[in-house]
Every structure is written in structure tokens, then in C-alpha cells.
């Protein structure tokens, strides 16, 4: 996928003119994304990005690649059909919380589970941002919104702890203005074989600002976010003196000092073969835990479309090479002269 | 059995031979009889052997019913001829029952005088309460008009099996065997076929083969010793096109026509689809041709189907999605992305009763609305329907032709009749098919991805060509550069480029002929799986010197240019349908041309007589 | 401003007062303007007034654009009259464009010698280039046909809003109140409605209160004051029928509507959505209303949406399911569902410009054979549309009383336009509407779930009644017992006993009415919102002496008995529709009578003089 | 939902002859749940069995309550529905693994979120019955089936799995042929408050025989599965000598015995807060491990249709009576005279 002449952040930029709102989260992901393909040498021509409807989904129309703007919710499935067409792509899904989590978490779900080469990136911004202002799967509970004029009565979904209930081979999370860890994440899941699922809190300027405050403002996002490192213990805090402990199969928050050092956390390790750590930390939520980002988990097993190509490769070496007039021929014939 | 000839057959040593020119038969009994495969073999024989052949399978509803009932009968009918036919039969000749429940259900179908071989082990009590009969119907005299056999074929069975040593259950499984042997004696069929199905079938299993042999050999030679029938048949082989043949489904024929149309276009064929009666079998056989660089994806439901189909399309290959009716109303909103976006691409609907999930496994053609009228928007597509199971293969061809040239999602109707229903194909030569020509964009300079050619197709450029890197959508889209684009006068442009195009395939497909005179007192106007009964319906009733002529579309939408001149040359026009009037509103709807109908929504096909019947009331009301 | 006779207003001390029959403007600026604020304001103002009133906004799409592009430009257009009007009007008379994108993409709309408006102070350089001018409209000349004011509003307003003490952006933002009361002073209307407005929306934030309160006052003064305008205007009272009115957008009106019809049923309102535009703001009404036992339910998508509905119908629910386009064509398996199963529910379509995603924010009637035709197997379903803002009110209750009255799912069509449109509504006393009669079945005795009535309609039995318990589903059932059956005849049966049930709809609806003659040369048919742009059209053609009529249909399916009757009456018919000849395709499908059509496809409403020069080209063409 | 007349098993058949293959799993679930219904003394006249399409979905016609048969996937949805319309009804969603997996995986998702009070029977038989023998969302990877002739590339989705990824209230599991043990976990879900999700292993006679062999056989079963009991040290096994030990947060087997008691074994606690012991639960599968039988989780939660109720009330409550007068004259009105 990379090529000789290496491209910079402005060869990712299309000629559409960017049309979201003023101050949407959208563009600093957009310019992550621009930045990550020029840096890892990506090449435009073997790349599609493919998303669905909603104001994320707008998202493939401002890069230079190839790209599907699809309908609602199919982003996944038309992806799905890209790659095996065409396994050689670099394939990437743009989605919201609706588009993703509400009309298309089945086809999110099923392709997960297959595990096709595929870089999901959900933009949850709680709410139905294109429509005006709905709540989403990802709105808090009791949220105020034009559809909850008293409160949503819904639950919200966790796509974390979705996506390892469909045990995904590679989830991370990350914030948009935290760009240069964004970046980080990006890349890792541009070099996952297989799904890669990454959930980015993103800013809804218009009809739901701030909602991740927690967790993007510098003042206080230390204490809310644990960035997550492979082999290291889970520790936290804008002094970095709180970390995760495990109790039974229980986290909890300590403090560290007085007799707790780090050794008693926990250790993470986003290669476990079981998903359950992985989902514990998904279930790690503002305001009781701090949240995690970065990988959770990031683990290798053989993606679809190779093992689709290998399974016809398989096959056609096993039926040997056949025409299209062995095939007309085939079973009971008989002749009439 | 209409026209028979008395002749003596000299290489078989007893009993008279009396030659027919066609003869319509049907095994009918328990889903657990293995009637589809007796019915199959039957088939496959007679096709071999030389008839023309054109069968009738006929499924209950998709889960077993308990045993003996009347809802868990299954039938296969099979009419073999000497001339050329175009249906399964109206009536059958002889009808083989396997028990109360299939005599039941199907003997209103044989006509007086018939044969009828009933297995007299399964007249028990409780299966003949099961069927409802309150006396049994052996004993009763109901069964008068014909001419009864009554054979213990269970009982026989297990005794001829006896040397492959089975436990009694498998023993009795071959019990379709038996009634197969003896109905090939019964119509002077050789048995070498289906000895070989059984050795390349159950090769691996000797104790199996073996005893499906005796059973069948069983039931040929209690046809050559016994007193039971004073005579037998024969039809001779038809006069055929010279050539390889072989018998086909209509969904065979159809996943065959894919794999060769995308061989023809040198490119990797992609169906995503998700199970349904009775499409599956399409997708069953495409799986076993991996080989062919077919790329099967069972998806998790219909619009992912068709994404995923959309997104291969985008990609670059020949790209199919198949369905029935309540799949295809699940794909369209897909569709109209696929009609905006300008991809090529093939759906099949394999048609059943409707409405909603309706009988899965009958057949019916009401869906044609729904693939011509059935989006939201100004969204035109091209329809095609097939006509026959063979025909099922030139069918798929022609759409993925049509589709790839276009630049177009294409709607492939066929349906529950011609997906089941076989007859004899004679096997092309891969050469005798014109390859599909695909021409993917490859200059940058001055690409625009909807820049069109002289048809309104715009390129087909591929993820993976450098500097043609352009982004798609359902939004609409700006002429020629395929941007976003929100103004009136070209939303307006685009709306009429589309339909354009779409009219524009009516330029690439044959002028609509008419079969008999070119004008006259009645045009017969049919489209699919009807194609066989209207026809024989034409036929006859032109043998009887009446002034008909008909009229087969192929093309729906759009429909050959000729189509308006060719109806106002009719005094009538009769269209005959399997749906309440839907072909015949359109015609009416675009040329108002008054029409009549012949509707049926009964799951099943026309009988030729229903038709001729229809005829004869017009033609006799003038 | 058509006619127009001069006055002098007594009450105003100064400038001369012009009296008008009616007047159309059009408030024009970025999204972030507050555009539609301003023109919802006028109207309510208008209709407060006494005027008769018709609106029009037309959003862009749905993602704010950066501000000052094209893209980005908001409008919202409103005509107001002494007299009774139909639509927005096909120009404006004045047009208040707030920069430079705004002017260049309304422009065109308003009349020559018209009254425009401008804030200059957006007419920066960076603007201009925004809206691809390469030099400044306000100097190159170009505006020359047209009455041109020019206002730093920006700067005034910031200048008014000082006492607030807002920052600046938020003083800013009150320009839209100043361009009001500049509008205001200039058709001489009062403040008092848009005062109050500004106290009970803002009144928790007093700062904003005052800051707008500021801008408005300042506004209307820099009219009184400033020596710019020669003249103002007026537009009298309307003489609507006596009562109370209010101002109502199709999606309120429709929303009101469903709740009234529930409350009418005494049951509980059960509204199950997924969130689309134009559709979406039925879903925030009906929340909002949760008090009177509305239960809305925002679905994980548009399939779950009608399911639940078909879900809540069983249960006992007036049951009611909302969407645009692309949802419908989701819902349709699930529409097949319900006619199956004959359960009362409205699937709501406000239909938006297709196909697929389309132009999601402008309006269309392209959904008409979707509607109508878009199902697999035979599958029908009533159809009524909605042919202005307040109308959808009574749409609503008539879909519902036809559901329940008949057992069948009903769909009922609005569009983009009416569903942001607004017009006065004469305000009901609910005692005014009949109530709808609901009978459960109770009596277990030989109870049938399929035993239909004179009308077709089978029993209404819900879960929580002892003794009726049955099942039903997607699978075709037997007549009067409901259970699943795959038998030909009854298949046949079912059939026609569906068809018949939707056909005998028409004996529940008004006999068709035709304004004007009831025969003559030329009948304009029209169906939904285009009523009353061809009303108004016909109303010319009529003055000027042209024997032209015109048949409005409200209920697509099935049609009143007497259409066809009346179509024959007439030389020619002329269908009006947005879309490319979908009822024209119809009426010619089922009477054979050959129509022309008037067709666009543009993402916005007819003008009037778009079918007057239609007409005309007819008659001349005679 | 009790009655005065107590009915008997006979009283919930209905008169529909019943018509699945000799021999079908599905029989023994029908039994049961009449069994249950009668046991119970739950009535006819509030339940609604609402189904989808398949084999199993045909089950709404065999019991004598309201039923509905709706399309494929969406009893979820037609149950939310009715559960809307009527909160009192006793509501029951029957539905295969692709009816509630596949097409239907969105509205199972959904559905168990918000938590609405219905009790979901799903029928795994790991392939689809109805329409004669393809693979199935919880078919084994490699299986061969009609439509995968030389094997599944698709790695299975685990129900149960999924349902805690959406952090279902209640969730267990049980045979089909274990009659007694699937009485009780029908029992527990039916007094489940909230979302009961129930996976029956179910055999499929004729497309996907003995597939759950191993569970079901009574030669090998006590080793193959884990049955679990609140409170109880996870202990299995014919000999019951062998056990569930936790090693940080993965599940290992462990022999009882030579310095290993009861003591040291994973105690089962349905009614943790955090699902993450259930999480890991669903993960042990055969071989590797016991597959656990019965209530994984079963909490509380206010249901949606409480909610709904609730929220009806209090909006009630705080706007006052409002007749529809009020309602056609709010906002701006004028008056023509
Ligand atoms: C079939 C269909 N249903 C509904 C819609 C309307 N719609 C468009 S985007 C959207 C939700 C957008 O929310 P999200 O996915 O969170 O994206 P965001 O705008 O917040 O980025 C909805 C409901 C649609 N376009 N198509
Ligand atoms: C929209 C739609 N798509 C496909 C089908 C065909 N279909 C019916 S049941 C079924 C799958 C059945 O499998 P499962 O849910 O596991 O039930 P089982 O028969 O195994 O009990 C399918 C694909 C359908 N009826 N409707
Ligand atoms: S509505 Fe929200 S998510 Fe959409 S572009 Fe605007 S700020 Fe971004
Ligand atoms: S096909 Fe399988 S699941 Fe369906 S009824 Fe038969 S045995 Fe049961
Ligand atoms: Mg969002
Ligand atoms: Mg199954």
C-alpha cells in the first residue's frame, strides 16, 4: 500500500469544500487522518473510505482517495463487499453513533465477528447530529433532547463492550482534540490485520457541546482518562498517583502510596488471548472509573478475505483447472444428432 | 397421453407397447418418500433417453409436516414428450401415490382413465385418517375413472434389500426406488442412468448403492413378470436441435449463466446474498464453483447482501445479489444508492407467494411492480424476466450485460416455477457466447466520474487506478462531475439523464417478436415463467385455426420499441399473469391500449386449458 | 404587489402608506442569520394580524455549510393577503438578503421593481468571493431592475444592543431581529406578537431578551426615521371564515392531528419513529405531548419502527409510524406484514426529493408508486395525501378512522413542503370532530379472527380478552379461521377478499368534487401539496375565461368512484405532479384514458405560472 | 397475570397440529414451556408469544395464547411494541440463531439495552432449519453446509457473549433435551423483571443432528458442562472433582484434590453488578472448557415500559389535565370575527 513518491497532509485533501459546522469535532479528525496517511505512506489510489449517512459520514468526500458515502447504517457491508472484490485495498469505514450503533449495529456486529480487514472508525458524539438533534444509543440516560423533551428512558449502548461481545480482534478509543494521541491510534489500527474498531469522542459543537468535556479539557481530563500501555500497570491521575486494581473480577480505584505501589495493579495487556480484560476496562466509566483510551485489545487471527482467497485458491487447486466448458458439461448429459 | 400410436417394441420380450407422443406423469407421497429424487431420476432418464422434458417439482411448506398428512406431501411431476413441449403438463397421466395423503391431494390432477399405482402398505388406519379419508378409497369405488395398481411397494421393497443387509428403517427408504424401477418398466425406460447416479452417489456407501439397486431393479421386473399390466409405453425421443444436452434448474441454469457471464467479462464474480426460499439453490451452487473465482458471501441479511454487492460493484466486480420477494422489498432502498451511484449490478428476485411472507414455496408473479415502481424517488432500472428454467441462463447473462454496458443496477425476475422446474439445455459451446466487453476508465486526465458515453453510461473507474481516485454517493449528484449538488435545474437533468439511460437499453436489446400472425383478432401478451403455457395455449388454439398470436416480453423495463405498434395491430389483447393484472395496468398505464387479463394467484402455474379456456370465451364473446 | 391602491394610513404620522391585496418576501442569510426565526416570526405576526398566509422555507442542506457560502444559505419566504391564498407565491415582492450567497441564489426570485433589502456590511471582500461574485453586486450595476436599500445592519444592530451588554457575537446574532423590525415597519405590522415571543422564549435570560428586544425596536425605527423609503404598505385583514386561528406547519398539524384521532378513539397514541427529515419534527411533537397518553418510541431504525407499530396495533394502540422515502422503502416488508395480518396502523410518508438519499431537505411527490405499487406479491393498502399545512391535520385523523374502520394498514403522504409549510388553521372545537368508533371483539363464542364484516374488515381482538386468544402472521391464512393454509383457491380467495376490503374504502369517502365546471376542455388533476399552486392556477385561468377545472385527489387508493366518470367529462386532463408522471401513469393504468402531464422535478413546489403557461400551450394548442 | 382457574399443560396447546420433524429439538422446548406456563399459573389471555420466521419461530401457533408470527428478525420490535401498547401483557419473543443473530441481531441488541420486560428464547441449533441447511451465525468456523460446501469461513458469534456486551439484566442458558433444568431456567426467566435472554441449545434432527452432543448426551454431559449456582463454588464434573479457578482475569480448570479445594474456586455471583464474571463465563466453551448452564446474570433495573409509564405519569402530573381544546389553542392564535 505505500509507493515511491511519498505524499503529504495536503495530497489527502480532496477538492470538496469541508462543510460542517463551525468548531464540529469532525475536523480535527479529518486532519489526524490526513496527517496518518502522509505519514505512514499511504497511497490514495488503493485506498476507500466508505461510511454511511450522518454528519460524520460525510467524512470520505474531503480525501483524496477513493470513497462511498453510502446509506444508513451500511457502511460495513458495503466496505465488506469492497474488500473481497478487491482484498489488495486499504479500506476504511467512517460512522456515528446513529449510523453505526442504531440502523447498522448489526452489520458493525457481523463484521466484526468475521473479522474483515477493515478500519472502523465510530465518531460518537452522543446524538444525531445530520437530523438536528436526537438522542443516540450513546446518550446518557435521562438525556434532554428535540426526540426526549423529559429525558431519554433508553440505556445507553457501550460500543466497547459491544464490539468485544462480538470479541473484536483489535478496539481503542481516543478524543479528537487530543490529536497527537489520536494519531497514535490511528495508526496502530492502520496496522491491525483484521477489524479494527476505534470509538473517538467527537464534539458535537451544535446539539450536544461539551459532552466530553471529562475528558478533552485539559484542566481535568488526567483525572479521567487512563491511557492505556501494553505491559504497564494501569496508572492514572494528572500527578499519575491513582491506578486500577484488580478485586476478584472487579476493578477499583486506588490511590497509590501508603503501601500500595504499583506492582498491586493491574497490568495491561491488549494481546490477551481472553477479551474479558478488555472488557472490564470497557466497562471502566465516567465519573466511578477514570475511562480508558488507547488499545485495548489487539490480538492476530487469520482476516476474512484471506481466508476467503485461500479457500478459493484451495479449491480451485483441488478441482484442478477447469473451463467454463467442463462446467456446461457437468452431471448427466446426453446427445442428440 | 392425448395421440397414441399402437406399436410393438422388438427388443423387449413381452407385453404390448403402446407408443404416445408425450406422456405427463407425477410420484407424489410423504416428504420423507424421496419423490423430488424418483421425480428427478425419472427426469434425468427420459432427458437422456432423448424426450423433451419439462417437470414440475412441488414442495410443501418449508418444515417437515408430521408424517401421513396432508400438508407434508410432496410431489414431482415430469412430461415427457416426443415433440417439443413448454409445460409440465395440465392433467397428469399417470400418478404414482405413495400413500392416502398423496392420493388425496393429487388425484384430481389425473385424468379420466389414467394410471394410478397406489403403495397399498400405507393404506393403514391411521394414515388414511390422517388424509381424512372416512372409508378407504381402494375399497370405497371412488377411484372408478381410473385405472388402479395396487402394489405393496414397502413390502416388496424390504424384501428385495434384503441381501444389503440395512436395518429396516434405511431398508424402507428405498421404497422410491421401488416405485422409480417399476414406472421406468412402465414407460420403457433404461435403468442405466440412474445406476449410475446411485454408484457416483453412494459409491462410498456399497451397503446404500446396493440396496437402492435392488430396489430399483425390484420395481422394473415386477413390471416385466407380473400380471398387472396388460401394457406398456413409450415415447419416443424428440426431435431435438443436434447437440449436447443436459437438464437444468432454473436456479442451476441461472448461478451457471453468472459464473459464465463473469468469465466472459474476465472478471472475479461476487454474489452476496442471504438465504430464502426459493433462491437459495443459486447460492448453494455458486459456493460449489469457487473454483471460477466466484466469491460467494452469505451476509447477516438482504441489505447487506446488496451492500456488500454495491461496495464489489465499486471494486470492480461482476456483482449479484439474489433474493425472493420480501428480500428484494428489504434491497431497495439499497437499489436507489445503486441508481444514483451508477453501478453495475445484478439483482435476482426468484418470485413466491405474496403478499408478506405468504407461501414460500409456490410460485407467483406479483413482484413485478415492485421491481419497475417499487422505490422511493424517480428510480428507474431495468428489468428483465426469464422465461424458462434453461432460459434462466441466457437470462443472467444478458442482465450482467446489460448492467456492466450501463453502468446500472439490473432486476433479474424469475420464480418459484422456473427455479425448481427442469428441462433439457442443449450445452453451449463457451464460444457460442459473446464475451461482455468492460471498459474500466484508466486516464486521469479529464476523468469525471459521471461524464457519459453515447448510451448515458458514465465509467466505471476502479479503486486502484491512480488519478481516477473520485468519491460516490446517495446524495445527488452534479452532472458530470458527480459532486454533491443541490440545484433544481440539475437534480431536474439528472432525473431525466437516468431515465434516459435506463430507456436507452431498449436501443441494445432485440425488437419484440410476435409469435404467429403479426396482426390479427388476439394478442396473447405474457412475460416469465408463463412463457411455456401461453404458448402451448397459442398453439393450440392456432392448430384450431383461430386468429392468435402471442406475445412473450422479455424486457419489462424498458420494453422493445415495437412494443406499441405490435399491440394496436390486435383487435384484443389478452395478458396472461400470475399476479392480478400488474403487466397489464403497465401496458395500459404507459399506451393506453385497453386489455384484458387472465389472472391466477394460486401458487401454481397456468394450465394450458385455463388459458385456452380464457381464449375461447373472447374469442367466442366477439 | 400586484394591485395596488394608494392610502393614507392615519395612525402613522409620517410617509406615504401604499394599500396591498397581498404581498410575498422572502428573508434570505446564512444559516447561522436566523433566518427562519425571522420569517416565522412575519407570519405569525401576519396571521395574528389577519392575514391570510402561506409559507415557504427552504432550509439548506442538512450539515451547516461555512458560513457565507452558497450552500449555506437559509430562506424562508412568506406571502401574506387580504384575500384567500393557496401558496407562497411564485416571486417575492421584497427580499431581505443578509449577504452576498444570499442574494445571488435568491435574486432571481424576486419581482422586477421589487424591494431588496441589504446588509451591507457582509458585503466584504471575503464574501463576495464566497459567493463567486467578482465584483460587488451593490456597485457593478447589476441590480439595477430592482428598488435596492441598503443597510448596514450588522452595524446597527451591534450599535442598538449595547445597553444589553451582550459580547459581541451574541450581539450580532440579534441582526435578524433588526432586519424584522425594519420589515415590520415597512408593511406597517405590529411588534407586540414577536415581543411577546422574545419575553417568553428568552425571558430566563434577560440580557438576550433585551438585546433582541433592542434590535427589533431599532429596526423598526431606522424605517420611520430614515429617509430611505418613499413608501410603505399594507396589506389588510383577510376575510377567513370567523373563528380562532393559529399558524401551522404540515408536521405540527399532523402530529395534532394523531393525538386528536386517539383521543377521538379513546386509546392510547402509540408513535413509532426513527428519526428523518423532513419527518423528524412529528417525532419531537408528539414527545412533547407525552400527556395525553402519546407513547413515542425512537426506534434503532425505520424496520423496528413499523414492527413495533404493527406490534402496539395488535396490542390495541391507534398505531402510527413516521418517515420519508428511503424509511418507507425499509418498512415495506413489514407494510406486507400488516396487510397480512389486517391490522390498523398509518405508515406517514413526508416525501422528500430521491431517489435514494437524494435531497433529503427539499420536497418531491416521487413516492406515489411506492406507495401504491412498491410490495411484493398483491399487496394492497389505502393511500391518502394531504394537500396543505393544516390539511395534514385532518389527513391524519381520516387515515386513522379508515385504518381502524377497515383493519388495514393506511398510508398517508405529505412532502417536505407541507411539512415545513404553514398556514393558518380556523381552530376546531374538538366537539366538532366525530369520534372514532372502536369495537374490540369480546364474545368468545364461535369467535374468527378472519370472519369479515359488510365491509370486509375482520374483528379487532386484543390480547387481555379471555377467550379470544389467536395467532396470526406473515403466512397467507384460511378465510374466517385465520390459520395458515397453502391452499390454490384459498390463496386465490385471500386475494381478492384484500383487494375487495381496500376497494370498499370508497364507499367510506366523499364522492370526488371537481372546482369550476364539471365538464369542459381542460381538467387539471393534482394530488397532495401541489393543491394549491394548481387551485390557484386553475382560479386564474378561470378569470380570464378559460374553461378549465380542476379534480384535487385525496385519496390515491382507491380512488372515489366517480373519477373516472368525471375524467371522461373533460376534452383533455392535465395531471400536475412533482415527479415525473407517476398518477398520470395511473389513471391511464386503470381507465385507459390518455392524460398529459406537467412535470418537475426540482426540489420545490410548482409556481403558479409554471401551469399557467402549461394550460396555456394546451389551449392554444387546440 | 396469575387467574383463579389454575390451568393445566393441556390448556396451553393449541388446536394447530404441530409440525416440526420427528425428532426436532423444538418439541421438548414446547413441552416445557407449556409445563411452565401451567406450573406457574400464568394465563392465556395476557401472553403474547411473538416470533420471527423459522423452525422454531412456528411456535407462537402451538401455544394456546395471543401469538404473533412476524417477518424474519424483528420480534424484538414487535414485541417492544406490544409490550408499549399493553405493559401489563406477558410478553415472550421466540426466535432461532439466525432469525435473532443474523437479520435480527440489531433489535436482540436494542431490545436487551433498554431493557424491556420480555423474555427472549433464542433455539441455537447452529444452522438455519427452515431454509434447509445453510450455515448459521453460531455455526462452527469451517462447518460445511449447503452454502458453504467446502466450509465456514465466518468465525461463530456467541449469544450469550453478545447479549453481555449489551449488558443484558438477565441472561442463562440450558438443553434442549435437559427437561428439568430447562423448566427452572424458564421459571427464573419468566420472574425476571426487565430483559430475560435465554439460549436453548436446541438439535436441529435433520440439518445439524447431535450438534450439542456433547452437552446433552447423559454419558458425557456432567463433563462438558458447568451448572451454575449463586453463591456456589463452580465445581463440575461426573465425579463433581473438578473446578473453575480464576488466574487474574482468566478462567482455568482445575482438579479438585492435592491441595485445591472448593476454597479456591471461582464462586458464581449471578447478581453482580459488573458483568464481567459473566462475560468471562460465556467465553468457556467445549472443548477447552465446561460450558456453563443456567443464570449467568440476573439484576435489576427499572424496565422501559416502567419507564415509559413513569414518565407518562409525571409529564401528566406536572402539565395538569390538558383537554384537546388546549391543545388546539396553544401558541400564537388569533381570532377572526
Ligand atoms: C434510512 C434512513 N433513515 C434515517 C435517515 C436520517 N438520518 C441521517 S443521519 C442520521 C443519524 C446521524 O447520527 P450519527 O450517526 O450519530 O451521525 P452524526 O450526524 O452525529 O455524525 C439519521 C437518523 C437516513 N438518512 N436514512
Ligand atoms: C426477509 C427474509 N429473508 C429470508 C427469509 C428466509 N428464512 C426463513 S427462516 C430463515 C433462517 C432460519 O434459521 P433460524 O432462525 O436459525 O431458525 P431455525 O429454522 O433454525 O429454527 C431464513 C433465512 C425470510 N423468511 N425472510
Ligand atoms: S451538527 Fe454537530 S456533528 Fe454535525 S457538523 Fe455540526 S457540530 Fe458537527
Ligand atoms: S429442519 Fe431442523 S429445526 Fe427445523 S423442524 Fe426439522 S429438525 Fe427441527
Ligand atoms: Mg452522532
Ligand atoms: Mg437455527
Known amino acids: 500500500m505505500s509507493q515511491v513518491k511519498t505524499l503529504t497532509v495536503k495530497d ?9 459546522c463551525p468548531g464540529c469535532g469532525d475536523y480535527a479528525i479529518l486532519n489526524q487522518m490526513q496527517k496518518v496517511f502522509a505519514e505512514l505512506g499511504l497511497s490514495r489510489e488503493n485506498t476507500v473510505f466508505v461510511s454511511g449517512i450522518g454528519c460524520s459520514s460525510r467524512f470520505p468526500y474531503y480525501m483524496s482517495t477513493y470513497g462511498v458515502h453510502g446509506i444508513h447504517g451500511r457502511a460495513p457491508a458495503i466496505a465488506t463487499g469492497v474488500k473481497i472484490a478487491n482484498p489488495g485495498l486499504n479500506v476504511w469505514v467512517i460512522t456515528g453513533d446513529g449510523d453505526g450503533l442504531s440502523i447498522g449495529g448489526n452489520h ?64 481503542a478509543r481516543c478524543v479528537d482534540v487530543d490529536v497527537k494521541y489520536q ?44 491511557y492505556l500501555e501494553h505491559g504497564k500497570p494501569m496508572i492514572f491521575g494528572k500527578e499519575r498517583n491513582k491506578g486500577i486494581r484488580l478485586n476478584g473480577t472487579h476493578p477499583e480505584v486506588v490511590e497509590l502510596g501508603s503501601g500500595i505501589t504499583a506492582d498491586d495493579l493491574l497490568i495491561h495487556d491488549e494481546r490477551a488471548p481472553e477479551p474479558t480484560l478488555a472488557y472490564l476496562l470497557s466497562r471502566m466509566r465516567h465519573p466511578e472509573f477514570p475511562e480508558p483510551m488507547g488499545v485495548y485489545r489487539a490480538i492476530q487471527l487469520p482476516t476474512y478475505e484471506n481466508l476467503l482467497v485461500d479457500q478459493i485458491a484451495a479449491v480451485s487447486q483441488k478441482l484442478g483447472p477447469r473451463s467454463l466448458d467442463d462446467l456446461f458439461n457437468e452431471g448427466d448429459t446426453w446427445v442428440v444428432d | 397421453m392425448t395421440t397414441a400410436t399402437t406399436a410393438q417394441d422388438s427388443h423387449h420380450r413381452s407385453k404390448a407397447t403402446t407408443e404416445l407422443q408425450h406422456a405427463a406423469i407425477r410420484f407424489a407421497g410423504d416428504s420423507g418418500d424421496g419423490m423430488q429424487l424418483a421425480g428427478t431420476q425419472f427426469t434425468n432418464t427420459s432427458a437422456v433417453f432423448g424426450n423433451d422434458v419439462s417437470t414440475l417439482p412441488d414442495f410443501p411448506a418449508e418444515i417437515r409436516a408430521p408424517a401421513g398428512t396432508l400438508a407434508g406431501v410432496s410431489g ?32 384430481k390432477d389425473l385424468i379420466d382413465g389414467g394410471i394410478l399405482i397406489v403403495n397399498t402398505d400405507e393404506f393403514t388406519a391411521t394414515n388414511l385418517k390422517l388424509a381424512k379419508f372416512d372409508q378407504n378409497p381402494l375399497e ?34 428405498c421404497r422410491n426406488f421401488y416405485a422409480l424401477g417399476l414406472v421406468f418398466w412402465l414407460f420403457d425406460r433404461p435403468l442405466d442412468t440412474t445406476l449410475n447416479w446411485i454408484h457416483s452417489k453412494f459409491g462410498k456407501v456399497p451397503a446404500v448403492a446396493e440396496a437402492n439397486t435392488l430396489a430399483l431393479k425390484a420395481g422394473y421386473n415386477f413390471g416385466e413378470t407380473a400380471e398387472l399390466f396388460p401394457v406398456r409405453y413409450k415415447v419416443n425421443r424428440a426431435r431435438l436441435a443436434p447437440g449436447r444436452y443436459r437438464n437444468l434448474t432454473g436456479n442451476q441454469a441461472l448461478a451457471i449463466g453468472l459464473i459464465t457471464a463473469a468469465r466472459k467479462a474476465g472478471k ?59 428480500g428484494v422489498a428489504l434491497k431497495q432502498e439499497a437499489i436507489g444508492l445503486a441508481v444514483m451511484t451508477e453501478l453495475p449490478l445484478v439483482i435476482v428476485n426468484v418470485q413466491r407467494g405474496g403478499p408478506s411472507t405468504g407461501l414460500p414455496t409456490k410460485t407467483e408473479q406479483a413482484d413485478l411492480w415492485q421491481a419497475i415502481l417499487g422505490r422511493n424517488g424517480e428510480c428507474p432500472v431495468p428489468v428483465i424476466a426469464a422465461q424458462s428454467p434453461a ?63 453515447e448510451l448515458g453510461a458514465r465509467p466505471w473507474a476502479i479503486p486502484g487506478t491512480p488519478g481516477l481516485e473520485h468519491r460516490i454517493g446517495g446524495l445527488e449528484k452534479q452532472d458530470v462531475t458527480g459532486n454533491v449538488n443541490y440545484e433544481p435545474e440539475n437534480h431536474q437533468r439528472m432525473v431525466n439523464l437516468r431515465a434516459e439511460k435506463v430507456a436507452n437499453v431498449a436501443t441494445q436489446i432485440p425488437e419484440q417478436e410476435v409469435f404467429g400472425d403479426e396482426s390479427g383478432e388476439l394478442l396473447l401478451v405474457s412475460w416469465g415463467g408463463t412463457y411455456g403455457s401461453v404458448r402451448t395455449a397459442c398453439e393450440r388454439m392456432r392448430e384450431a385455426g383461430h386468429s392468435v398470436s402471442h406475445m412473450h416480453l422479455r424486457w419489462l423495463n424498458p420494453m422493445p420499441g415495437n412494443v406499441e405498434q405490435l399491440l394496436r395491430r390486435f383487435r384484443r389483447v389478452l395478458v396472461c399473469e400470475l399476479n392480478m393484472g400488474q403487466l397489464q395496468f403497465m401496458l395500459q398505464g404507459r399506451f393506453c391500449i385497453p386489455c384484458v387479463g387472465l389472472h391466477k394467484v394460486q401458487g401454481r402455474p397456468f394450465i394450458v386449458g385455463e388459458i385456452v379456456s380464457r381464449i375461447e370465451e373472447l374469442l367466442g364473446g366477439r
Chains 1, 4 share one sequence.
Open chain 2, 140 to 173: 370405497s369405488g371412488e377411484l372408478k375413472p381410473y385405472r388402479v395398481y395396487k402394489v405393496p411397494i414397502t413390502k416388496h421393497t424390504l424384501e428385495a434389500v434384503v441381501p444389503a443387509g440395512l436395518g429396516s428403517k434405511e431398508s424402507a427408504r
Open chain 1, 183 to 226: 494519531q497514535y491510534v490511528l495508526k496502530r489500527a492502520a496496522e491491525h490485520q483484521g477489524t479494527a474498531f476505534v470509538e473517538i469522542y467527537q464534539d458535537c459543537n451544535v446539539y450536544n457541546h461539551e459532552a466530553f468535556d471529562y475528558a478533552s479539557d485539559r484542566q481535568v481530563r488526567d483525572d479521567h482518562v487512563l
Open chain 2, 76 to 107: 414431482f411431476q415430469i412430461n415427457f414428450s416426443s415433440h417439443p413441449i413448454h409445460t409440465p403438463g395440465d392433467q397428469v397421466d399417470a400418478l404414482i401415490a405413495m400413500n392416502p395423503a398423496a392420493l388425496r391431494t393429487n388425484i
Open chain 1, 108 to 171: 458493525l456486529l457481523h463484521t466484526i465477528r468475521r473479522n474483515v480487514n477493515l478500519k472502523i472508525i465510530l465518531f460518537n458524539n452522543r446524538i444525531y447530529g445530520l437530523t438536528k438533534g436526537q438522542y443516540s444509543p450513546t446518550s446518557e440516560f435521562g438525556k434532554k433532547t428535540k426526540s426526549t423533551p423529559f429525558g431519554s428512558i433508553d440505556y445507553p449502548m457501550h460500543p466497547i463492550s459491544v464490539a468485544i461481545g462480538a470479541e473484536v480482534t483489535f478496539v
Open chain 2, 391 to 453: 432460459d434462466c441462463f441466457h437470462a443472467a447473462i444478458e442482465a450482467v450485460r446489460i448492467a456492466v454496458r450501463f453502468m446500472t443496477p439490473v432486476i433479474l425476475l424469475t420464480d418459484g416455477y422456473l427455479a425448481n422446474g427442469s428441462e433439457p439445455w442443449r450445452i453451449m459451446a463457451s464460444g457460442e457466447i459473446a464475451p461482455i466487453e468492460v471498459r474500466h476508465a484508466q486516464e486521469a486526465a479529464d476523468f469525471q466520474p459521471y461524464r457519459r458515453d
Open chain 1, 12 to 20: 489527502f485533501k480532496s477538492d470538496q469544500e469541508v462543510r460542517w
Open chain 2, 268 to 326: 472475479a464474480l461476487f454474489y452476496g446474498s442471504y438465504p430464502i426460499t426459493p433462491a437459495s439453490d443459486i447460492l448453494h451452487e455458486l459456493s460449489a464453483n469457487k473454483n471460477f473465482d466466484v466469491r460467494t458471501f452469505q451476509a447477516e441479511d438482504e441489505i447487506a447482501a446488496i451492500c456488500a454487492t454495491i461496495g464489489a460493484a465499486y471494486a470492480g466486480a461482476i456483482s449479484v445479489t439474489g433474493t425472493s420477494g420480501p
